[in-house]
């Protein structure tokens, strides 16, 4: 789950036929790898985006994110490079866990003349000096701002995860509010993190989420909020809700469950609960708050998990669009009555500027 | 004596009873000064805070990467893509004009998405860009700046190369965005769309990053860079228009210490006459025990004071003239060098000091000689008159050696070599000139006065063989007169002199050039670094209209060799057509270069480039073209008169090669033998329809290029105008001083029965004769200067080779303006020298 909806509010005056030039997310999808890690030029948005916790042999503890918004524009043909077609938008976020600090830069580009864009063939996905090499085998991310570069090698330890059913993530009532939503679960992930000059040889697991699809919101949700967990005993959990401007939940919010051999089982709404349990902190830039602390309880698979964050300051203030905070979470659990641990990824959107109009998942 | 005593009996008294001889001083100096004050003034609008037009909406960036005819735009992605934490910004940089009122303002095309990055996003927010990409892919859509007048939403006509459409104003840029002025903001791709620049921009900004060192971001950019483009600190176009401009405005800057230099020779000769006149009262303040260097001090003090406050009255004077040259100063920049616009005219801390040095430094240097002699009257000598003049006399012969070695040494100085670009020998052979003509001078009025007493009388009577007399008598009074006049006069004459051979140079050189029937260009503005284009299909049309033997298409870029600003250009190359329009310094025919231009990698290079860069024929140029970095032959050497950056110039098929551009800029049209001019221009106006070009016909042309020539030297006109009022308005106050000097001998030439009539008679023959005589002198002297001028200062300040041509009706016209002028500044002296009273006059001393 991703502050794509921000590249849609930036672009709502634009793409006003959208439904006419783009298709929307239909049931029976058939997926295909690797062609469908790249780009879906007939569906309006789409992004791909990694996040990850990752420490160094020293035990300094980091977590990044770096994500890849495209968003179509016009369809008009046109032999101009600079004619817009599509926008694209990153975001590249470092938490310094052990030095408790939070970095983060975003970037719009068009096309341009090879200024951004995914190339299936050279397998490269890019915004400027942002880019990731979607390899059958292997990802490689590499990412430079101003105080901190990433150099990553990612290597998938499961199959893509097709979340949902029948090939489509419903997000609100309706046919055609949803997305085709995939997930590498869990990438062996190490490679070099500089940080103010200084580089750290860091492992750890990446979690990568690609989705595309047109239009697929619903006025009346106001944010939602996302989790990615990575569990030790090598099954994983994606997990979110909707919640409305009034306060109450939306009915499409449901989850989906990998066990340690890769096999996904989807969780509806009846299947789980996750409610924030205080914790509370309030950003001093945005003055939005957020539930840091989360609990979350699997009754199906007698699973019940505390979600708490290492730094709590990893709000990402964007230019474009409402902030949100996305953040590496620390996991807590008990199976059947037995501890286990984990790290995992928070996204909570909507806080920072209630009532506006966004995307649900 | 008390000092206070010494300054009233010294300066005070004669300063309140005769006020006139202290404002002749001040106007003298604050005219000359003002002068400096206005040019220094003018020159720094105009041309000295020179910011190139296309620096709107930089922002504060450290590099930038450029190349000849455009960098082709996957650069910018490849750039994009190094792992270095670069901000980019590639641009469009061109010219539009807006039809509604014919000015032209800079084009700028950027990219709206990606200027919404980081710190580039404030800019665009402060610039009132709050949503540019709701308008992103709109070619119509423009930013234009509050200036224009214009509302969000209303259209605007613009023309940009040969093409007129409507825009669409989509925001206001508030000034406090630097946007320049007037310039238009568009997006990059709209942009690249209207100006037919597809596939490159002109330019990309590069802001490095704060940490590390900043030549090590540069070479590891300029390692991901193809060899023909160009990486260099942000506005060295700018940089390059600069150390282009200032050789103009330095020249100018000595044209206008002319005028303070007549004012200087005005300053001594007002100065030294009020010391003669105050010799017995120096005495009286001697004898009463003043030392010398008390009065010493007490006329350099009169004379500050005199400096002071003409240096002050020289600022709003200045001021004033300023606000009329601005205007003259930036047509030339613009029509010979640069697009620009002018800057306010400030009275800075800067022109205060000009001011001020220059005003209280001619006037002190000027003063030193005759405060000195004041000093050295004895009190018994008080009373005496005429010593000073017989010492005149008998050092004339010392003083006519000491002018042959000073003309001998100039003759020397103009042999030497510019030093640093700058004719600096060439100023000093004219100073030494100037210097050996003033002290020929004495000589000169001598020989003319005691020569030509006897046929004045013969000639104008008994009067005037006084008036010839009472010169030769008062040689050195006179001698400076007529040394400030002819000094002006010189001036006047010289600058006459090659700005009339320079044009008569032009003309010569037009006829040559502009051999073609016909010649079209866009419709916009005409500045020398502007190139808007034709669509390439133009030619094509034309050249099939009936009538039309063959079409010469010309591509010129503005592009910069070794930090200076050049113009490339490509030329379509027909052996067949009868007359070819380029001639070249070897003198070899045209048809036999251009054979030899067509069938390489061989370059033709103008005058005044071959002059800047010191290359000659044989040599090579290596040039930063596209992505390749082609080296060139230099054939020969071409006459240009035209543009002072100076042409690098290809065969149209060379250029292409490395720039594919296809769109001309200028179109020459040759009829058929016997084709009628004006039916054959109207078929080739409806074969152009749809095209905003301008057909001019070559008689027409000739007649722009000649206006374009005489509002370039519109400035040097108006300096000389300012230096011949100086000198007149001095010869005005410097005979009333006669006058009032001599008041004793008209009173006893009344007393022997002289008539009032018999009196205005010898005043106005005197004024008559200072002004015969200074304007041989000033000829004589001009004609030097003007050789110096021509052959040694022009040549090596802008490379053109002028052929010596005597403008003799401006001349002529300007001698008798001048002398008519002197004899006129008679008339009042000459009056009050009636109207004295004899009886008075006699008794006074």
């Known amino acids: ?361 | 004596m008390g000092r206070f005593t010494l300054l009233y009996r010294l300066m005070l008294r004669p300063l309140l009873q005769r006020p006139g001889r202290a404002l002749l001083i001040l106007f003298a100096i604050a005219l000359g000064d003002a002068a400096v004050v206005a040019i220094d003034m003018a020159g720094d609008a105009a041309a000295g805070s020179f910011r190139s037009s296309m620096e709107s909406f930089t922002g504060n960036n450290d590099l930038e990467i450029t190349a000849a005819g455009g960098v082709p735009e996957t650069i910018a992605a490849q750039l994009a893509r190094l792992p270095l934490d670069l901000r980019l910004s590639p641009r469009i940089e061109d010219h539009a004009t807006i039809v509604a009122t014919g000015e032209t303002v800079p084009l700028i095309g950027i990219d709206l998405v990606g200027e919404a990055n980081g710190e580039a996003a404030q800019r665009l927010d402060q610039a009132g860009l709050r949503d540019p990409i709701q308008h992103i892919n709109d070619p119509d859509a423009v930013w234009v700046a509050g200036a224009l007048g214009k509302a969000v939403g209303e259209k605007i006509d613009l023309l940009i190369n040969d093409q007129t459409r409507d825009y669409t104003v989509r925001g206001l840029v508030p000034d406090t965005a630097k946007l320049g002025g007037d310039a238009i903001l568009m997006d990059i791709r709209a942009a690249q769309q209207a100006t037919g620049k597809s596939g490159r921009v002109d330019r990309i900004l590069i802001k490095t990053p704060r940490s590390g060192s900043f030549d090590d971001w540069q070479r590891q950019i300029r390692r991901a860079l193809p060899a023909g483009i160009m990486l260099s600190p942000q506005g060295s176009a700018t940089a390059a228009n600069r150390r282009m401009l200032a050789a103009f405005r330095w020249n100018l800057r000595v044209l206008s210490y002319i005028a303070l230099l007549v004012g200087a020779f005005l300053i001594y000769n007002a100065i030294s006459v009020s010391v003669v006149r105050r010799r017995a009262d120096i005495g009286a303040v001697r004898a009463l025990g003043a030392s010398r260097n008390m009065v010493l001090s007490a006329f350099l003090l009169e004379s500050s004071l005199f400096g002071l406050i003409g240096s002050l009255a020289a600022l709003p004077l200045g001021r004033l003239l300023a606000s009329g040259a601005v205007g003259m100063l930036s047509t030339t920049v613009n029509a010979l060098y640069v697009s620009s616009t002018a800057g306010a005219l400030r009275i800075t801390t800067g022109s205060v000091l000009l001011a001020l040095i220059a005003g209280m430094g001619v006037t002190l240097a000027s003063a030193l000689a005759p405060a000195r002699e004041a000093s050295q009257v004895p009190p018994t000598e008080a009373m005496a008159r005429g010593r000073r003049e017989y010492e005149v006399r008998i050092e004339r012969h010392r003083d006519a050696l000491i002018a042959l070695i000073l003309a001998v040494l100039g003759a020397v100085a103009a042999q030497a070599p510019e030093i640093a670009g700058k004719p600096l020998m060439g100023y000093l052979a004219a100073m030494l000139f100037v210097g050996a003509s003033a002290l020929l001078t004495p000589l000169v009025v001598h020989a003319v006065t005691f020569a030509g007493a006897g046929l004045m009388r013969r000639l104008m009577g008994v009067e005037a063989l006084l008036a010839c007399r009472s010169l030769g008598g008062s040689l050195r009074r006179t001698s400076v007169l007529v040394g400030a006049l002819a000094t002006a006069i010189a001036m006047m004459t010289s600058v006459g002199i090659m700005v009339g051979s320079f044009r008569q140079t032009v003309l010569t050189w037009m006829d040559a050039q502009l051999s073609g029937d016909l010649y079209l260009r866009p419709a916009g503005a005409l500045n020398a670094d502007q190139h808007p284009t034709i669509a390439p299909r133009v030619a094509e049309r034309i050249a099939s209209v009936p009538g039309v033997e063959s079409v010469a298409r010309f591509r010129a870029y503005e592009i910069e060799y070794q930090g200076l600003p050049a113009t490339l250009a490509g030329v379509d190359i027909d052996l067949h057509r009868r007359e070819q329009s380029l001639s070249f310094l070897s003198g070899r025919p045209p048809v036999d270069v251009l054979r030899e231009l067509a069938a390489g990698d061989n370059a033709l290079v103008s005058e005044p480039f071959a002059n800047k860069h010191h290359v000659k024929a044989g040599d090579t140029i290596t040039l930063p073209l596209g992505e390749t970095r082609p080296t060139f032959r230099i054939l020969d050497i071409f006459y240009d008169y035209g543009h002072e950056a100076g042409y690098i110039l290809l065969a149209r098929q060379t250029m292409l090669k490395y720039l594919p551009n296809p769109a001309p800029t200028n179109l020459a049209v040759f009829l058929k033998p016997g084709a009628d001019l004006e039916s054959t221009r109207a078929a080739v106006q409806k074969a152009v329809a749809g095209s905003d070009l301008l057909i001019l016909s070559n008689a027409v042309l000739r007649r722009e290029g000649i206006r374009v020539f005489d509002q370039t030297f519109a400035i040097t006109y108006a300096l000389e105008a300012i230096s011949i009022l100086v000198a007149i308005g001095g010869i005005a106050g410097a005979l009333l001083s006669i006058v009032m000097d001599r008041r004793r001998e008209f009173g006893i030439l009344r007393f022997l029965g002289g008539t009032g009539s018999q009196i205005r008679k010898l005043t106005l023959v005197e004024a008559g004769l200072i002004g015969l005589l200074a304007n041989a002198t000033g000829l004589a002297l001009g004609f030097v200067l003007s050789l110096v001028l021509i052959y040694v200062i022009n040549k090596q300040s802008f490379g053109w080779t002028i052929q010596f041509h005597w403008p003799v009706t401006v001349l002529l016209s300007s001698l008798s303006l001048v002398y008519v002028a002197t004899v006129l500044a008679g008339i009042a002296p000459a009056r009050i020298a009636v109207r004295l009273n004899p009886i008075e006059v006699v008794h006074e001393e």
């Open chain 1, 1 to 361: 789950m991703k502050s794509k909806w921000i590249a849609l509010l930036l672009l709502v005056p634009l793409c006003a036929p959208a439904q006419t030039t783009y298709q929307s997310a239909q049931p029976g999808y058939r997926y295909e790898f690797p062609r469908d890690h790249f780009n879906h030029e007939g569906y309006q948005t789409e992004w791909w985006y990694y996040t990850g916790n990752l420490s160094s042999s020293d035990g300094h503890r980091f977590g990044f994110e770096l994500t890849f918004f495209r968003q179509g524009v016009s369809r008009e043909p046109s032999t101009n490079p600079w004619f817009v077609s599509d926008l694209w938008m990153a975001h590249l976020a470092l938490s310094d866990l052990t030095g408790q600090k939070f970095y983060h830069e975003e970037r719009l580009n068009r096309s341009g003349p090879g200024l951004a864009g995914v190339d299936e063939p050279s397998a490269q996905i890019w915004n400027g000096n942002w880019q990731g090499l979607i390899r059958p085998g292997e990802h490689d991310l590499s990412a430079v701002a101003s105080s901190f570069q990433i150099n990553l090698k990612l290597i998938p330890a499961k199959p893509p995860v097709i979340h949902g059913q029948n090939g489509i993530s419903q997000k609100a009532e309706g046919a055609g509010h949803a997305s085709h939503y995939i997930s590498l679960t869990r990438l062996q992930t190490s490679g070099i993190i500089t940080l103010n000059g200084k580089p750290y040889t860091v492992d750890g697991a990446s979690w990568m989420d690609h989705e595309f699809f047109t239009g697929s919101m619903a006025d009346t949700e106001s944010g939602w909020d996302w989790l990615s967990i990575q569990l030790e005993d090598n099954s994983e959990l994606m997990l979110y809700r909707l919640r409305h401007r009034d306060g109450t939940l939306d009915p499409y919010f449901s989850g989906t469950f990998i066990d340690p051999q890769g096999r996904a089982t989807f969780l509806p709404l009846r299947d789980f609960t996750m409610t924030p349990a205080g914790d509370n902190w309030t950003s001093p830039r945005t003055k939005a708050t957020y539930p840091e602390r989360w609990h979350i309880s699997i009754p199906k698979l007698s699973l019940d998990l505390d979600v708490t964050t290492p730094l709590r300051e990893q709000e990402l203030v964007a230019t474009y669009g409402p902030s949100y905070w996305e953040g590496s979470v620390n996991i807590s659990a008990k199976r059947a009555g037995a501890a286990l641990h984990g790290l995992g990824y928070l996204e909570m959107t909507g806080y920072a500027s209630p009532g506006q109009s966004v995307l649900p998942r």
